[in-house]
């Protein structure tokens, strides 16, 4: 008979053994709207544009 060891379900508090979420199910509620979708990569976009931007100024302006 073996013994359980730290890697067995029974070794975990219960608290852990009851946060193990099933295969397949996503993390998340719902599914996000197109426009949430566009909204994300057009700030994203910027954000791209924004950092070279301003280490392009920063190297004009000196520094």
């Known amino acids: 008979m ?4 730290r890697h067995s379900p029974a070794a ?6 009851t946060a193990v979420r099933k295969v ?11 426009r ?3 909204l994300d990569v057009c700030l994203v976009a ?8 301003l280490l ?3 190297s004009m302006g000196g520094f």
């Open 2 to 5: 073996s013994r359980p060891n």
């Open 12 to 17: 975990l508090p219960a608290r852990h053994r």
């Open 24 to 34: 397949g199910r996503s993390p998340f509620p719902t599914q996000l709207s197109l």
């Open 36 to 38: 949430s979708k566009v």
């Open 46 to 53: 910027v954000w791209g544009a924004t950092i070279p931007g």
């Open 56 to 58: 392009w100024l920063g």
